[in-house]
């Protein structure tokens, strides 16, 4: 783990992503398409303050937002759309949510932003749901940072499913991901909820691609260390075979075992 490099840019590509992310698109549109959905809902004034509803089949049980991946600089919710069916047929309310991305907003800034999602995701989906806070890869990051904000006064998260994250942002000062991220080393540290888990935050479960880079697995197991060290309860999912991309079919599909640890946060 020597190359940071290597380890989150180009150990992490794949020959098989483009046509993955080609499909993910069309599943995604179609979902769009064919579900009861509510689309660019806003939660706050900037332009990606917006998120997708898709609404539970029957009576719900609970709520899942769902931030998406792209190092904190790319890629939008609307290419992982193919997500929400299953979890809507299994009883969730799903929200696909967008937020600023660096340049524009400092890392800081993205997660103050995103912090807004949450109230109005309740409001719409309806207060007194179980929340499930899901990322995946800089989307596990601010799932996991915004379980650590959470302030007493506001209802408790059922849970934190968290995706491929980076939860220590240190190694990616000196990879060309940060040329958009303009990040420190202080400021990469402040950013990164591995060094600031505490007690009484929420389950988790920290998911990572088995065929991932070293680095990438490290930070789960990393996570996961840290989450059960202060006292929460987490378990840690290694999918056999799966890379940074391909992990989302289990996590996106009914009869899986990563699926059924995702509805497990949720206590039923």
């Known amino acids: ?10 150990g992490q590509a794949r020959p098989s992503f483009p046509a993955l992310l080609a499909d993910f698109q069309a599943r995604s549109d ?10 660019d809902l806003r939660y706050g004034p900037a332009q990606r303050q917006r998120f997708d509803l898709f609404p539970a089949h029957g009576r719900p049980r609970g709520i899942m937002a769902y ?3 792209g190092y904190w600089q790319s890629r939008d919710k609307s290419l992982f759309r193919f997500i929400a069916p299953a979890y809507a047929e ?9 937020y600023p991305l660096c340049p524009e907003v400092s890392v800081a800034a993205l997660v103050d932003a995103a912090s807004a999602c949450v109230p109005a995701i309740r409001a719409e989906a309806g ?14 990051h601010i799932a996991a940072e915004l379980a650590l904000r959470r302030s007493p006064a506001e209802p408790p998260v059922a849970g934190v499913a968290a995706l491929s994250g980076i939860y220590d942002l ?6 060309t991901l940060n040329e958009k991220l303009q990040l420190d080393a202080d400021g990469a540290r402040a950013c990164s909820p591995l060094h600031r888990v505490r007690a009484a935050v929420a389950p988790a479960l920290v998911a990572v691609g088995a065929a991932e880079t070293p680095a990438f697995l490290a930070q789960a197991r990393d996570f996961h260390r840290a989450w059960t060290g202060a006292g929460n309860p987490a378990v840690l999912h290694e999918e056999d075979g799966a890379d940074h991309f391909s992990l989302l079919e289990a996590f996106a599909s009914r009869g899986q075992r990563l699926f059924d640890r995702v509805l497990g946060l949720l206590g039923t």
Request: proline share 8%.
């Open 67 to 69: 931030f998406h991946a």
């Open 127 to 140: 207060d007194g749901l179980p929340l499930l806070l899901a990322g995946h890869s800089a989307g596990a």
């Open 1 to 10: 783990m020597d190359d940071p490099q290597y380890q989150y840019v180009q």
């Open 30 to 39: 179609a979902a769009a398409a064919t579900s009861p959905c509510r689309l």
């Open 90 to 98: 299994a009883g969730l309310h799903v929200a696909l949510v967008n």
């Open 170 to 175: 240190v190694p990616l000062v000196s990879t």
